[in-house]
């Protein structure tokens, strides 16, 4: 069975401070897919970024930045210096590969990330 | 380009009442997926068609819950009747292929239709 927990309901940083969102996964495929998605206000979830189990090495895009580690099954978001505009709920996914759920996502819970001016 | 569009926006019913909910994907998107997103929770997958046929509804409640994919473009997802529990979030979403086996693309995800059923 496919899960994601995401531990933290709730964050709230003063801009410019550093933030990490943890995200923990279980799945029993070999070959499997892990995202983050953002939820600003306005209610649509945008892509940030889709990890494959084989790659293994950390990713940076800008402010961004994931740890994905296979032996903790975790898959960590790192926001660097924060700003307002990071205020939303962010979800990590998982998806595997079998036959009839190749792009079912399953979501965690979801953070909620308030940057405070 | 245009994104995924979704209407209505927001929706209220009573209970026992019938609701539906109309999605029109980005052109050229194979594959579309409905998703129900309960306050305080993540998007679960209701349904998903590849162009006009469904690929999964595993968790789609059947007995009071359809969809449906015209020409392999547009879709309308149904609730007959409405309960309170129905109350949520209804996300459209496309991606370029989808289900091709290792390929597990990006979904892009309409606003949702809010439904309140009181």
């Known amino acids: 069975a496919q899960k994601v927990t995401q531990a933290q309901t709730e964050i709230s940083v003063v801009e410019k401070e550093d933030v990490t969102l943890d995200c923990v996964y279980e799945?029993?495929?070999?070959?499997?897919?892990l995202f983050w998605y953002k939820q600003p206000p306005s209610g649509e979830l945008v892509f940030l970024i889709r990890?494959?189990?084989?790659?293994?090495q950390n990713e940076i895009s800008g402010r961004y930045s994931w740890n994905f580690q296979k032996s903790t099954s975790s898959f960590n978001f790192t926001i660097t210096a924060s700003q307002v505009v990071d205020s939303a709920v962010y979800f990590c996914?998982?998806?595997?590969?079998?036959?009839?759920?190749?792009?079912?996502?399953?979501f965690g819970t979801g953070t909620r990330l308030t940057v405070i001016p | 380009e245009a994104g995924v569009a979704q209407s209505p926006r927001y929706k209220i019913i009573e209970k026992r009442q019938s609701v539906a909910f109309w999605c029109n994907p980005i052109?050229?998107?194979?594959?579309l997926y409905w998703y129900q997103q309960i306050l305080g929770q993540g998007p679960k997958l209701l349904i998903q068609?590849?162009?006009?046929?469904?690929?999964?509804d595993s968790q789609l409640p059947k007995d009071r819950f359809s969809a449906e994919r015209l020409k392999g473009v547009d879709s309308t997802l149904k609730i007959q009747p409405a309960k309170l529990e129905d109350s949520a979030v209804y996300l459209c979403?496309?991606?370029?292929?989808?289900?091709?086996?290792?390929?597990?693309?990006?979904?892009?995800f309409g606003s949702g239709t809010q439904l309140s059923v009181l």
């Open positions: 979403a496309s991606s370029l292929v989808g289900w091709t086996g290792a390929t597990n693309e990006k979904l892009f």
């Open positions: 799945t029993r495929d070999t070959t499997y897919y």
């Open positions: 990890r494959n189990s084989f790659d293994e």
């Open positions: 996914a998982l998806s595997g590969t079998g036959l009839t759920g190749a792009n079912n996502l399953f």
């Open positions: 052109s050229g998107h194979a594959t």
């Open positions: 068609f590849q162009n006009n046929g469904v690929v999964d």
